[in-house]
T-cell receptor
Framework: EDQVTQSPEALRLQEGESSSLNCSYT??????LFWYRQDPGKGPEFLFT???AGEEKEKERLKATLTKKESFLHITAPKPEDSATYLC??????????????FGSGTQLTVLP | EAGVTQSPTHLIKTRGQQVTLRCSPI?????VYWYQQALGLGLQFLLW???????NRGNFPPRFSGRQFPNYSSELNVNALELEDSALYLC??????????????FGPGTRLTVL
């Protein structure tokens, strides 16, 4: 069974204080690993897709990296508007027709001004 | 380009009632996924439709059902509502071109409250 574990559950940062969020996963084969951002009461907003170990992607203050067992979301010099819950999800490669995502429970990030 | 849309935004029902939620995918997308996000439980996969057919379903009882129409829009039906069905119901769409991964884009969700 696919499993995704995110840590920490919650993170409070001062504006400009860089940090990383962790996503550990167990999957029989990885088709893709996804990062989403979710604001309270809204749908998840797509950030990144990572396909293979060693891959990195960047968008503004965010950088996502992938190894064979985990992914990191690095946040550089965060701003208060980066406050949100960040979700990690995996899509399996060898589960027949299954393409649904298995999500972690998320990291709730608060950036204080 | 318009994103995934869902209706209604909010719904309040009582136990035992039935509810229908609606989803319109991004133009050109043929796959629609439904997820449930209950408080404290994270996103749980419900159903996946592609090209009008149900392709897979998650670990939910049969009273959760749905369908996909020829224009690729979709409905999620929940019968005999229970209190624990209170949740944010999220629809996502994607376009599957190959065996490679497909990115799922989410709508704003429908907040269902069961009293």
């Amino acid at each position: 069974e696919d499993q995704v574990t995110q840590s920490p559950e919650a993170l409070r940062l001062q504006e400009g204080e860089s940090s990383s969020l962790n996503c550990s996963y167990t999957v029989s084969g990885l088709r893709g690993l996804f990062w989403y951002r979710q604001d309270p009461g809204k749908g998840p907003e797509f950030l990144f897709t990572l396909y293979s170990a060693g891959e990195e992607k960047e968008k503004e203050r965010l950088k996502a990296t992938l190894t064979k067992k985990e992914s990191f979301l690095h946040i550089t010099a965060p701003k208060p508007e980066d406050s949100a819950t960040y979700l990690c999800a995996v899509q399996p490669a060898f589960s027949g027709s299954a393409r649904q995502l298995t999500f972690g429970s998320g990291t709730q990030l608060t950036v204080l001004p | 380009e318009a994103g995934v849309t869902q209706s209604p935004t909010h719904l309040i029902k009582t136990r035992g009632q039935q509810v229908t939620l609606r989803c319109s995918p991004i133009s050109g997308h043929t796959s629609v996924y439904w997820y449930q996000q209950a408080l404290g439980l994270g996103l749980q996969f419900l159903l996946w439709y592609d090209e009008g057919e149900e392709r897979n379903r998650g670990n939910f009882p049969p009273r959760f059902s749905g369908r996909q129409f020829p224009n690729y829009s979709s409905e999620l039906n929940v019968n005999a509502l229970e209190l624990e069905d209170s949740a944010l119901y999220l629809c996502a769409s994607s376009l599957i071109l190959s065996a490679d991964t497909d990115t799922q884009y989410f709508g704003p969700g429908t907040r269902l409250t069961v009293l």
